[in-house]
Structures are given as structure tokens and as C-alpha cells.
């Protein structure tokens, strides 16, 4: 084999050394620094202070490096080629560290290459960088083995794969109601049809704020139930705009807030095929905003509200 040629594992490597060889490969072919990151960088320092900060072996601000990491951002197409390896069992912290002290070991130092300019000079790999990248992929987190075995054997650029990486960097505290949710999510949501994608996707975020006390059908319903009350609100508001300015209502001490409507429509349409597709059953008409609802167990409530105004 000569020097420069790729390494890949044997077929019976562990998954750290397949994903470990994937890196190795991917690191000595130089960070290709996207457009859209490259424009946001040359907004915000200019890009010769980048290759500046690149340079250096240890930029010494937590601004810069912060900077930096940006370059570690991985495209969608290695996170998947890096799931493929992964099994139903997060790494652990202590292989994170040694995956990445590995391969800053063979590698000191990786490429960069900008969108229009060619080389970009060289960037140092640190073990905390490699580390930051490897948590980025999702290595660390765990999905369950039943729901590998529902998406079968998905290869990068399926629409199962796609579902793979966005329920194993959901960062979901798995439980068994949360396990039997997303297996009748993937068994009844068709990859295919965007609507069912876009549910699925706010299923995932739902189920990342749901407080560990309320189970998912009670929670579905009392963010409903929020959504519900915004949206009269903002029917509210909108009669008395009608009736007087802006300057008049806020004299009268009236608290005027932006209500996003048609988001609150999209997120109630998806609610109610989450419930199609979990329980068998959709919501009451949402003619009318409850009465009340229960926010028992709901943490920050507050904050919650603020994000649906």
C-alpha cells in the first residue's frame, strides 16, 4: 500500500476504528470550508484574519477557537456515512478522547480549502477540535436497538438513513413510551409525503422539551392547548388593530405581541397527524381555545409561551 493511499479497517473492526479510518480519510483530504460558513466568517473577522487564527497552534481566545469550530462543522453526507458504523450504544467519553488523541497523532495538521480561493493554508488538530467533531457526528448518543432494526439496513442518502441521524442527534431520554412513539411514528409517517416529514420532524422537538413527568399524549395535548390560546389571542389582537392605531392601543396600556399564525396553523395540522399516527385518533375541532390548561409538570412554562408568540 503506498503512503498516501486510504486505510480501511478490516470487515470485524469496532465501530470507533471504522468511524476512526473514515476520519483519517476525511482529514487528510483537507476541511472544505463551505460557502455559506465562509461568508459568515469573512463578515464577522475577514477571512486573511482566519487564516491568521488558522495558523496559529494555540489562538488562545475562547472566541477564536469558537471561530475555528466552525470549520469542524461536518456535512450532512459524512454524518450519515459516519452513522452507518454506529450501533444502538453511545461512546463514551473516554473513546471520544482516544478516537481523537488517534487521529491528531497521525494527522498534526489538516488542509483547509476556501470556497474560490483554493488552499487556504494548514489548521492545527487538537484533541478538544477532533472531540467537538465527533460529538457533532453523534457518536456519544444512543439509539434504540428496536428502532435500527425498524429503519433496516438504511444507506447514506436514504430516506431511512435521513430518519436514522435525525433520531439518534435528537438527544431523546429514551424511555419505553418514548421507544414505542417513534417506532408507530416510523411504522405510519411516509418518508415520501412532506407533510409526514414535517411532522416528524416536530414530533423529535416536541419530545426533546417534554417534561420527564407528563407522559407524550398528555404533553401533545397541553402544547395544543398553548397553541390554542395563542392563536385566539392573536385573533384578539388583530379586531382591535382594526378598531384603532397601533400608538392608540399602546396608550391605552393594551400589550400588543407578533403572533405567527400560520405557524401555530402548521404546527396543529402536524399535531393532529402525530395523534393519527400514534394513539388512532385526532384532536376535537380547534374552533375554540380551552378553557384551561394543564401545565402540570410543564417546566418553564414562560419560556415555552414566548417561543409560540
Not at 378598531?243 to 396553523?265: C, K, S
Request: charged content about 30%.
Amino acid at each position: 500500500m503506498s503512503p498516501g493511499s486510504p486505510r480501511h479497517p478490516p470487515p470485524e473492526a469496532s465501530p470507533a476504528r471504522k468511524v476512526a479510518a473514515l476520519l483519517r480519510e476525511h482529514f487528510a483530504a483537507g476541511l472544505e470550508v463551505s460557502e455559506a460558513t465562509a461568508a459568515f466568517l469573512e463578515r464577522t473577522c475577514g477571512l486573511e484574519a482566519l487564516a491568521a487564527l488558522a495558523a496559529a497552534d494555540a489562538p488562545g481566545e475562547a472566541e477564536a477557537e469558537s471561530l475555528l469550530a466552525l470549520l469542524f462543522s461536518p456535512e450532512e453526507e459524512l454524518v450519515e456515512r459516519v452513522e452507518a458504523f454506529l450501533d444502538e450504544t453511545g461512546w463514551s467519553r473516554a473513546e471520544i478522547k482516544k478516537t481523537a488523541a488517534g487521529l491528531c497523532r497521525e494527522l498534526p495538521r489538516v488542509r483547509l480549502r476556501l470556497p474560490g480561493r483554493g488552499e487556504g493554508g494548514t489548521l492545527p488538530l487538537t484533541p478538544p477540535r477532533v472531540e467537538g467533531f465527533l460529538e457533532r457526528l453523534g457518536v456519544g448518543f444512543p439509539l434504540p436497538g428496536p428502532l435500527l432494526c425498524a429503519l433496516g439496513d438504511a444507506a447514506p442518502g436514504t430516506p431511512g438513513m435521513r430518519r436514522r441521524v435525525r433520531l439518534r442527534r435528537a438527544r431523546l431520554a429514551w424511555g419505553p413510551e418514548t421507544e414505542a412513539f417513534c417506532l408507530l411514528l416510523l411504522e405510519r409517517l411516509d418518508p415520501a409525503r412532506p407533510e409526514d416529514e414535517e411532522a416528524f420532524s416536530f414530533a423529535l422537538e416536541l419530545l426533546s422539551e417534554a417534561p420527564a413527568a407528563v407522559g407524550i399524549e398528555s404533553w401533545l395535548e397541553t402544547r395544543r392547548g398553548l397553541l390554542l390560546r395563542a392563536r385566539e389571542r392573536g385573533r384578539r389582537q388583530r379586531e382591535l388593530l382594526s378598531t384603532a392605531p397601533v400608538e392608540t392601543l399602546l396608550a391605552r396600556g393594551e400589550r400588543l405581541v407578533a403572533v405567527d399564525e400560520e405557524r401555530i396553523a402548521r404546527e396543529l395540522s402536524w399535531m393532529d397527524r402525530l395523534a393519527l399516527a400514534a394513539f388512532g385518533r385526532r384532536f376535537p375541532p380547534a374552533d375554540e381555545p380551552p378553557a384551561r390548561v394543564d401545565l402540570r409538570g410543564a417546566g418553564d412554562v414562560e419560556d415555552l409561551f414566548r417561543r409560540l408568540l
